[in-house]
């Protein structure tokens, strides 16, 4: 196992731990119109992911930063390559943000629901774009010799990678109902708890169909599980944990339920990364152009540099995070002092 | 237009916009500790209701620098995918670094910080602020970091083999510590103080002038100002000074066109206005003999270089480095003088509460410094041109080679459009803000502070505190 390869699996863990945080707030965005009808339901909605959504954000800048440094080249040709989707990102990640903030600022109605739209809008948006952007990865992407590839935005909307888009915007929100389920009382909770059991039924048949058109369409990224049994353990891991967050959700347990539901979205994550390993940015024009692990990368006393850098770092990340999770455990309370 | 003139624009326009938040976030964050401290110390609640007022403002800010910093992470590899094939070696280890020391810090303790008012006690709210402040300068290190290597490159090697070329590591501490790089984050740091501090000044000052929060306002003015005039004084001549000094020893070609310099000069000029003709090579304006030789080698006979000896090396815009950094100077050291006179007006028999001038004059300091910071950024940034890696790699082949110019065009008009919506709605929002002014405490505390947890101890030994009020 050589750094390249430590490192790969380091960046697979980043990108699912940002899933799993961002993923759950992007879910209670996504849910806010459909489920929260007052103003006070929507600022428990917004309140509960209120002091955590920035330190969950950061996973995703953190992963940029990452892959930037680790495998440049990849880095470099999948944002250039796929330049307007990943403005798109931008746009819905500011509009995200400053409507969070900007919501609960004045108390006119209007002005309420307006960001409220672009909250739920955007968060749906972000869901969207991130699942498309990894159909894209899964499916392979034209690039050049010189590692170059553009798709344009319409290049990138191929039904598969719609596809995914949609399953990773009912993954988010399933997980964000089921956090939510944490954070809400009364009648609202109730509301919810009718709410996610169908969310799960529908993200387990679009998670299905992805498994499928995979399996018909994109072999190379199901041929590592024809050729090795152990890896199968991880998707058949990651459907374990979806029917153990259905079982608790069920019981009542939602922390439970909670805990399963990230590890789905983990799991699934890395049984993705196992599939494309050893590349990263598989290409449709030539194999030989494929961007991997190993010709992608950075040298190796960078990475060594990267990694003692990430061994000091993430051991205060996951304090930080366990503290803030833990200061604001509990149900949600509505004051004067919040969104 | 091709896609590497839209590229240098949008990055531009992009930077410049995110880079009116950063200072304030670290120099009002500095100014919210001061505040804090006061609160624990003397237990007076008039820093406690400053705290909950500023530390809104701060949430306001925060939101927007985090809002528009993603989006400089991306347009490395979006618009500068050649730039960052050649420096990801190098650079790209520091931005990772900046997000797991620096935002994790922030974005953990921010929570705490903006809700901790009724859910800490007041060293445990302080220390949280304190630490998203720390995190804050901690984020401004590790950029400036980066951007030093690229003003003044070392500890790399070009490797080339296999294609493409770039820039490989050879001594990790050489590439933290360029030579540009201390010198560059203490004037960064004096400069951010100095907008923060500003910011305080302008908003009681404001306060002052219409008669509003009259004792809130003296007070937090009585704070405010003595720091201002010290930051404003060490940043330009002590910090501003030094980086003279280091851009004179590792850019002279930068120096040179600062001044509008074209030929050598022993005792050479420098210029308080001027207009530099870039088709005749000449400057004309008004200058100081010799200040120049004396600011940059502190000899006034010394020889600086023009930028006629560097030739052929290719130069920045000339004139427009020269106005920015003009700005700069001129600007940055009115505040010095606006200061002072402020502070002597209150000396004297405390009459700067009277005097709507000065006052007046003191609410336009945060407009000042925020311009002034912004022009000495974009000194170094334009002086560093046609170069994206100084004397390595030009800006003009760092581009992106795919990315067509019509996809750049439709992503600036969304940023302009974005961003004009954005500021239109940060001005509305902190004016709101300003306008409707500190709290009483009553209405801010749902908790009464001696009931919030005070220690770690505390904080994990209790119950969840309850804010047992109806929602507005």
Sequence with gaps: MTLNDVWFALFILIIAGYLILDGFDMGVGILLLPLAQTDVERRTFLNSIGPVWDGNEVWLILGGGVLFAVFPLAYASLFSGMYSAFMLVLLVLILRTVALEFRSKETSPRWRSTWDVVFGLSSLGLALMLGLAFGNVVSGLPVDANGNFSSGLTGLLTPFALLVGVTTAAMFSVQGGIYLLLKTEGELNDRIARTVPRLMVVFFSLNTLVVIAMVLFHQEITERYTTDIWPVIFPAAALAALGGSWLFVRRGEAFKAFLCSSATIGLLLISGGIGLYPNLIVSTLDPGCSLTVYNAASAENTLEVALIIALIGIPFVLLYTAGVYYIFRGKTVVDHHGY | ?472
């Design chain 2, 1 to 472: 237009m091709d896609a590497e003139t839209l590229s240098r624009i949008q990055f531009a326009l992009t930077i410049s916009f995110h880079f009116i938040f950063p200072p304030l976030s670290m120099g009002l964050g500095l100014m919210l500790v001061v505040i804090g401290a006061l609160y624990v110390r003397t237990k007076d609640p008039k820093w406690r209701r400053l705290s909950f007022f500023w530390v809104k403002v701060y949430g306001l800010i925060f939101a927007l620098g985090v809002a528009t910093g993603v989006v400089q992470e991306f347009e490395f590899g979006t618009n500068w995918a050649e730039y960052s094939r050649f420096v990801g070696n190098v650079f790209g280890s520091l931005l990772a670094a900046e997000g797991v020391f620096a935002f994790f810090l922030e974005g953990g303790f921010l929570g705490l910080m903006l809700f901790g008012g009724n859910r800490l006690g007041p060293r445990l709210w302080l220390f949280s602020i304190f630490m998203v402040v720390f995190g804050a300068h901690f984020s401004a290190l590790w950029i400036v970091m980066a951007n030093s290597w690229m003003q003044t490159p070392a500890g790399y090697t070009i490797a080339t083999d296999p294609a493409p070329a770039r820039a490989v590591m050879t001594n990790f501490w050489e590439v933290v510590f360029t030579p540009s790089f201390i010198p560059r984050i203490m004037h960064v740091f004096m400069a951010s103080w100095t907008v923060g501090a500003a910011l305080m000044l302008s908003v009681s000052s404001w306060y002052i002038f219409k008669k509003r929060h009259l004792e809130l306002a003296k007070s937090n003015l009585k704070v405010a100002l003595p720091l201002f005039i010290f930051f404003a004084f060490t940043n330009v001549a002590v910090f501003g000074a030094n980086q003279a000094v280091e851009v004179t020893q590792n850019q002279p070609l930068k120096l040179a066109s600062m001044e509008g310099l074209y030929q050598s000069e022993s005792c050479a000029r420098m210029y308080l206005v001027g207009w530099v003709d870039e088709t005749t090579q000449t400057t004309t304006g008004i200058s100081i003999p010799c200040l120049l030789s004396w600011l940059a080698y502190q000899d006034t006979s010394a020889t600086v270089a023009g930028i006629d000896s560097f030739a052929p090396a290719p130069t920045p815009p000339i004139n427009l480095e020269f106005q920015v950094y003009h700005y700069m100077i001129m600007v940055g050291s009115a505040l010095i003088g606006i200061g002072l006179l402020g502070g002597l007006f209150y000396l004297w028999k405390r009459r700067l509460f009277e005097s709507r001038l000065v006052l007046s004059l003191l609410v336009l300091t945060v407009f000042a410094a925020e311009t002034t910071i912004t022009a000495g950024w974009w000194t170094a940034e334009i002086g560093r041109q046609p170069w994206i890696v100084y004397d390595v790699l030009k800006t003009a082949d760092g581009v992106s080679p795919l990315v067509p110019a019509y996809e750049v065009v439709f992503s600036i008009i969304m940023f302009v459009g974005t961003y004009s919506l954005l500021f239109v709605l940060f001005l509305y929002l902190l004016n709101r803000k300003i306008q409707a002014g500190p709290e009483e405490l009553e209405e801010v505390e749902t908790v009464a502070v001696g009931n919030l947890p005070d220690t770690f101890r505390d904080v994990f030994r209790r119950q969840q505190p309850r804010a047992g009020e109806e929602p507005p």
